[in-house]
């Protein structure tokens, strides 16, 4: 049987199936991808804590300090005092504030900016280089946080 010159194409039913299981596709995958921006800005700050925590041990094991407590608090994104001391500058960032206490013998870095549900989220590593976190869920303390 041919066709005729009007039976060719697709159904108004037919587009509007393939439109919404594109908008199923969509809905499922977009929240993946936008929690793996954060995941990357939660990557950077683990980073950072693991230098930061490097900086502060080889300091105390040349010497320079005796102790994880004798070094002064620090806050990372000033770049100046203790931070120079250790052999660091400022960490340049605009998604994290960075900030060692010696009483606690934790790092610490708070989320600043972002999506509002993460805003001044916590990432702490402690001298023992063990992870915690406010805001995000711990996965381990040795692998770190994640959305």
């Known amino acids: 049987m041919k066709r005729?010159?009007?039976?060719?194409?697709?159904?108004?039913?037919?587009?509007?199936?393939?439109?919404?299981?594109?908008?199923?596709?969509?809905?499922?995958?977009?929240?993946?991808?936008?929690?793996?921006?954060?995941?990357?800005?939660?990557?950077e700050a683990q980073q950072n804590l693991g230098a930061i925590r490097s900086a502060m041990v080889t300091t105390i094991d040349s010497g320079i300090y005796t102790a994880w407590q004798t070094i002064p608090d620090t806050d990372f994104d000033a770049g100046t005092g203790v931070a120079a001391g250790i052999g660091m500058k400022a960490i340049a960032s605009t998604n994290w504030d960075y900030v060692c206490a010696a009483a606690t013998t934790n790092c610490t870095a708070t989320r600043k900016g972002g999506p509002t549900a993460y805003n001044g989220g916590t990432v702490v590593l402690s001298e023992a280089g063990a992870f915690s976190c406010t805001t995000y869920t711990l996965i381990s303390a040795s692998k770190g946080c994640r959305v």
């Open 4 to 43: 005729t010159r009007a039976q060719k194409g697709f159904t108004l039913i037919e587009i509007l199936i393939v439109v919404v299981i594109l908008a199923i596709l969509a809905a499922m995958i977009l929240p993946r991808m936008i929690m793996q921006t954060e995941n990357g800005y939660i990557a």
